[in-house]
């Protein structure tokens, strides 16, 4: 199996979240563990919305992907962001680096180990959802407890020296202001603008993105320094050090009002918050609450930041294989972002992100990964089976 042809008819199949139908692109990846002999069951849900794990399911180490991916407009690309072009070494397309690269990368490790005549010591899972909320996919998993907690690398794009061993927290929220309608020329003598009130909310969020929050635990901190470091060193991000330990904020959507010359009666907010090591969501919510007294305050998906510890084996052995593959010392990294590692991790699994990609491509237009990107991982991936396979005859 070529890791880049495998990417590239990933990539072609469209599987966009919203709406989420991933019944082509699982069934693509069906065909891909029969022919490897790997049996597997799919999951069925609502809306197209499957997944594929394996028939049976082991719980020593899992490769995790998601086959979903975010909308792309065809504006702005260079060319059809389902072309899964192959060219100048790269593969072109929406989800080539999230992460339809990865999950090619575990079939052609998959494809490798089976080769040389070795087993495949781990559980396969490709889920629906992973963009949006998880509902359907690893969170359903979970929860219906078709996975085992057991070591777990997810296949996301991650700097090649670094594995991501831990999250910030997430927070989503949804504000309805209400106002007191009156005509416009009046106001701000008379009348209450629902628009003013979510306004006046903003500037709480940047007050509250003025904190700087420290982890309890040193180990935690020296990894968000270190990881701080590594951050503006290769990717130029020079204010890692306050993204990773400040809160976040971003007002994602805001609607309001009914006509120019009318005082606005209602104004919708939602806002996607993003919490450090450090930072208590049920304390966030509370001081959320008390400033916006005057608006209904609706709650989505909530977590606290992540962390799985650096001296585990899964941690160390992954870092042993990234030195051996790229011949230079690999280092841990906690990120800026959330993923399904978070639900993993509350149900007992230790878990790194590692992965295929072009961190600058990620969401982007013309996103891509190169070829030798893919190759690597497969390599790394190749290596982790094959030291959890000793262990297994050990």
Same mark, same amino acid.
Not at 151 to 158: G, L, N, R
């Given at each position: 199996?070529?890791?880049?042809? /495998?990417?590239?008819?990933?990539?072609?199949?469209?599987?966009?979240?919203?709406?989420?139908?991933?019944?082509?692109?699982?069934?693509?990846?069906?065909?891909?563990?029969?022919?490897?002999?790997?049996?597997?069951?799919?999951?069925?849900?609502?809306? +197209?919305?499957?997944?594929?794990?394996?028939?049976?399911?082991? +719980?020593?180490?899992?490769?995790?992907?998601?086959?979903?991916?975010?909308?792309? $407009?065809?504006? #702005?690309? =260079?060319?059809?962001?389902?072309?899964?072009?192959?060219?100048?070494?790269?593969?072109?397309?929406? #989800?080539?680096?999230?992460?339809?690269?990865?999950?090619?990368?575990?079939?052609? *490790?998959? +494809?490798?180990?089976?080769?040389?005549?070795?087993?495949?010591?781990?559980?396969?899972?490709?889920?629906?959802?992973?963009?949006?909320?998880?509902? /359907?996919?690893?969170?359903?998993?979970?929860?219906?407890?078709?996975?085992?907690?057991? =070591?777990?690398?997810?296949?996301?794009?991650?700097?090649?020296?670094?594995?991501?061993?831990?999250?910030?927290? /997430?927070?989503?929220?949804?504000?309805?202001?209400?106002?007191?309608?009156?005509?416009?020329? $009046?106001?701000?003598?008379?009348?209450?603008?629902?628009?003013?009130?979510?306004?006046?909310?903003?500037?709480?969020?940047?007050? $509250?993105? #003025?904190?700087?929050?420290?982890?309890?635990?040193?180990?935690? *901190?020296?990894?968000?320094?270190?990881?701080?470091?590594?951050?503006?060193?290769?990717?130029?991000?020079?204010? *890692?050090?306050?993204?990773?330990?400040?809160?976040?904020?971003?007002? #994602?959507?805001?609607?309001?009002?009914?006509?120019?010359?009318?005082?606005?009666?209602?104004?919708?907010?939602?806002?996607?918050?993003?919490?450090?090591? +450090?930072?208590?969501?049920?304390?966030?919510?509370?001081?959320?609450?008390?400033?916006?007294?005057?608006?209904?305050?609706?709650?989505?998906?909530?977590?606290?930041?992540?962390?799985?510890?650096? =001296?585990?084996? $899964?941690?160390?052995?992954?870092?042993?294989?990234?030195?051996?593959?790229?011949?230079?010392?690999?280092?841990?990294?906690?990120?800026?972002?959330?993923?399904?590692?978070?639900? /993993?991790?509350?149900?007992?699994?230790?878990?790194?992100?590692?992965?295929?990609?072009?961190?600058?491509?990620?969401? *982007?237009?013309?996103?891509?990964?190169?070829?030798?990107?893919?190759?690597?991982?497969?390599?790394?991936?190749?290596?982790?089976?094959?030291?959890?396979?000793?262990?297994?005859?050990?």
């Amino acid at each position: 199996m070529k890791v880049a042809r /495998l990417c590239s008819d990933l990539v072609k199949i469209n599987s966009e979240n919203p709406p989420g139908d991933t019944r082509d692109v699982i069934s693509y990846l069906r065909e891909c563990t029969d022919s490897l002999g790997l049996r597997t069951r799919l999951v069925r849900n609502r809306g +197209g919305k499957y997944n594929l794990l394996s028939k049976e399911i082991a +719980g020593d180490l899992l490769f995790l992907g998601h086959v979903d991916v975010v909308p792309a $407009l065809a504006e #702005g690309w =260079d060319r059809d962001p389902n072309s899964g072009a192959i060219t100048g070494g790269r593969v072109y397309g929406r #989800g080539a680096t999230d992460m339809k690269g990865g999950c090619a990368a575990i079939l052609a *490790a998959c +494809g490798e180990v089976l080769a040389a005549g070795g087993k495949i010591p781990a559980d396969l899972a490709f889920v629906c959802d992973e963009e949006t909320s998880g509902t /359907l996919g690893i969170r359903s998993l979970l929860a219906r407890r078709l996975l085992l907690p057991c =070591d777990c690398i997810i296949a996301e794009p991650t700097l090649p020296l670094s594995p991501n061993i831990g999250q910030k927290g /997430l927070m989503r929220v949804r504000l309805t202001f209400s106002g007191e309608a009156g005509h416009g020329s $009046l106001y701000p003598v008379q009348g209450k603008s629902a628009v003013m009130e979510a306004f006046s909310f903003l500037g709480f969020l940047q007050e $509250l993105h #003025g904190r700087t929050y420290e982890p309890s635990d040193p180990e935690i *901190a020296e990894i968000i320094r270190e990881s701080a470091a590594i951050l503006r060193e290769v990717l130029g991000m020079e204010e *890692a050090g306050v993204v990773l330990s400040h809160i976040m904020f971003n007002p #994602g959507r805001i609607e309001g009002g009914e006509k120019a010359n009318i005082v606005a009666q209602r104004c919708v907010a939602e806002i996607d918050l993003r919490l450090p090591w +450090g930072a208590d969501p049920d304390l966030i919510l509370e001081e959320i609450r008390l400033n916006a007294r005057q608006a209904k305050v609706e709650v989505g998906n909530v977590s606290g930041p992540t962390f799985s510890a650096p =001296d585990s084996r $899964l941690v160390t052995r992954i870092l042993e294989e990234i030195g051996k593959v790229h011949k230079k010392t690999a280092r841990p990294i906690v990120q800026w972002a959330a993923s399904d590692a978070r639900y /993993l991790r509350k149900e007992g699994f230790p878990v790194v992100e590692y992965g295929p990609g072009e961190i600058h491509t990620l969401h *982007a237009v013309n996103e891509y990964t190169t070829v030798s990107s893919l190759e690597n991982a497969v390599k790394v991936y190749r290596g982790m089976m094959e030291q959890y396979a000793l262990d297994e005859r050990n």
